[in-house]
């Protein structure tokens, strides 16, 4: 077993029966290297230019990932906040799963974000992946509500959302590319959340106060 860190968010874990969501150290975001390295996106559909481009060449795609993490991880404060988690499979690390709050305290709101070993696609961890957060979300952390959006153009993404029980909630813009394009907006309720009881939070007690979430406890 690693040793704990002395950084609360970095400790909570969220194990279901076929992955488990890490705090990702540096440790194991290096285990992702590789990954992140071989991850250039050669076509359709496009991702996001940010946090992390998977458009430019090493080592400059893995030296910008890094940074956004470690940026975000050193920015975290009671009215913005956002949570890097290494999804592990078998003992490996196969992707990142985020989640990021925004004034948590007074509207009980979350966002994720998240990306997969291309390798793993389509064999249903994408869904296994959101639904390990949301737990996370809705039952560690007592959010009302949680949001996420895709081009309209990813059917996984917006798959994942469909199936979980989110509603269409509009339409923004963003960049791809450095072109503009469409992303289809969801959200889900918590009333509407469909809680999983072979889902198992870890030291999430002791990460609210870094959160600015007071504990129901």
Known sequence: MPTPSAYPPLNVQVHTPRLSLLGATDELLERLVPTVRKGVVTEPPWPFDDPASLYEDSPQREWRWLRGIWRGRGQVTESQWRLYFAVVVDGEPV??????????????????????????????????????????AFEGFGA?????????????????????????NGVTWDTRRGEPAQLKQWRLLRDHWRRRDDIELVAVRECLPVLGIESRV
């Open 144 to 168: 009302r509500e949680a949001s996420s959006d895709a081009f309209f153009d990813n059917q996984a993404s917006n798959g994942v959302s469909q199936a979980l029980g989110y509603e269409p």
């Open 95 to 136: 992707g990142m799963q985020d989640l990021i709050g925004i004034d948590f305290a007074t509207f009980g709101t979350v966002t994720s974000f998240s990306w997969l070993d291309p390798d793993l696609r389509g064999r249903g961890l994408g869904k296994e992946m959101r639904q390990a957060v949301l737990q996370l």
